[in-house]
């Protein structure tokens, strides 16, 4: 099942796809249920279920062209990103790093749904802001203290990231901070896709393209620190909440390549399997 | 003015104090005002007048004593906590400083409110589960690209705040990340105080005592970067939302002491002019 976030006529709402063009408003197919993606995966475990109760027999309600894509979790209690956790993008960086997954926080303005136009820094900044594709798996069932081997039940369903950084103020100190921060920097979508439908996420790669220009490809198995690995780590600290974003790192870019985005350039984060997030980067206003 | 976050029964409201002790429940004197402190900064900059005029002649609804505490914000936007912001501070950790405000981000889950119990990590991250006192800002008016001299019309009120932190995960890389977000590790309050009561930050002092023992006391005047720097340093990467919080950023310990917290401490910030943020180190469940 893929599910997105949109807004309609200045509503917002949850739709289930019925093929990669259509989809189920599932307000109308359900109204009593949740119309926000964090509050339908806090319903507990049988929120896949009651979709799938919901909205069966039912036909698409509208098509993609008449909607907005929302980011996939608008504002979730937390998204968690992890620096360095593909070899060639660590020495690319030249930065050192531990056995740990390396975590820092994003804001929910600092993302975009797909088809929505990324936002650029002010020119001094051009200079190196990147793009960062990546996989990015959403949480459903709370937990702590998660064992490495469970951490996959508590997975609701992955989507792509485009994780975008603004070098300048990612170096001004040792936290990342703000400069992984800026208005609308970055993106997720275009859907969530669950666990059952996308199978292993190993078997998986992630492609960014820049105007059709491959830029990164790489299998989803050279993670360094593994999602199970990433969602026990965070599970030390805190219950991890349904609808907690995990974006699970970029890795290298292609020999002779940058990450670099230009305006008007537009950008592809692929997870094969799953499906294209895509943005173009805009004019800053 | 001050302002709670406050549970009853079952429901969240605001309350307006009208003593130290006691306070008028704002959605008993004007219901159709927001009952989520966020949502109450998002109406606008009329937003206090709304208030002053909804409370005008009426008495207090409940004591302290009635509720409990919830974070001053329950969940913002962002939450954003500056380090390494006063030189002892800085030299008590051995670390580099630049001249940017160096920020990360804390997660709601991590913070509770005002006389609400503390949550230690596991045994063996007690050795060093550490106070930070600080003052807390809330903006109020939204905005980007913030002009220093700008800055303070942007705040909504002033709280204390205590940055609690697990340091041996705090050390795990670069990024500060979950040792900075261990569930109910901080705290948040008791109450937001207009700037038109608390007056110039920089005349006021931040005091911490554990079990009555003080172990910082230092002005406000000593931070390294400014208020003002920080807001205007966030405001360049993206609009500052009504109910964020900038967590300033501790002193050094005084001489001899450390920050160290154990089970059954009872933890005091205090931002004088302000109010004391009282909070007892609970059990680990």
């Not at 109308?28 to 909205?55: F, H, S």
Request: with cysteine.
């Amino acid at each position: 099942m893929r599910l997105i976030s949109f807004q309609h006529s200045g509503r917002r709402g949850i739709g289930v796809m019925t093929s990669d063009t259509a989809f189920i408003d599932l307000s109308k197919a359900a109204p009593q249920m949740p119309t926000d993606m964090r509050a339908l995966l806090g319903i507990g475990k049988a929120w896949q279920q009651r979709v799938e109760q919901a909205i069966k027999g039912k036909a698409a309600d509208y098509s993609i062209s008449d909607i907005a894509f929302d980011p996939v979790v608008i504002e979730p209690h937390a998204t968690w990103a992890v620096a360095l956790n593909y070899q060639a993008h660590k020495e690319e960086t030249g930065l050192e790093r531990s056995q740990y997954p390396e975590f820092f926080l994003r804001v929910p303005t600092s993302i975009v749904g797909h088809l929505q136009d990324l936002l650029p820094p002010r020119p001094p900044y051009m200079k190196a802001f990147d793009f960062e594709g990546e996989l990015a798996v959403v949480i459903g069932k709370p937990g702590r203290y998660i064992a490495e081997q469970d951490a996959l039940a508590h997975v609701a369903g992955y989507s792509s990231y485009n994780e975008g950084s603004v070098r300048a103020y990612q170096r001004h100190n040792r936290q990342f901070g703000l400069g992984k921060n800026f208005e609308k920097s970055g993106s997720f979508g275009p859907w969530l896709m669950t666990p059952d439908e996308f199978g292993d996420p190993y078997k998986q790669s992630v492609i960014t393209r820049v105007n059709g220009v491959e830029k990164q490809r790489c299998g989803l198995n050279e993670m360094l620190n593994k999602i199970e690995n990433q969602i026990a780590y965070l599970s030390e600290g805190f219950t991890l909440q349904p609808g907690d974003v995990v974006a699970t790192g970029t890795p290298g870019s292609l020999p002779g390549t940058d990450k670099h985005m230009q305006h008007g350039d537009v950008v592809e984060v692929e997870i094969t399997g799953l499906g294209v997030l895509k943005n173009r980067v805009g004019q800053q206003p």
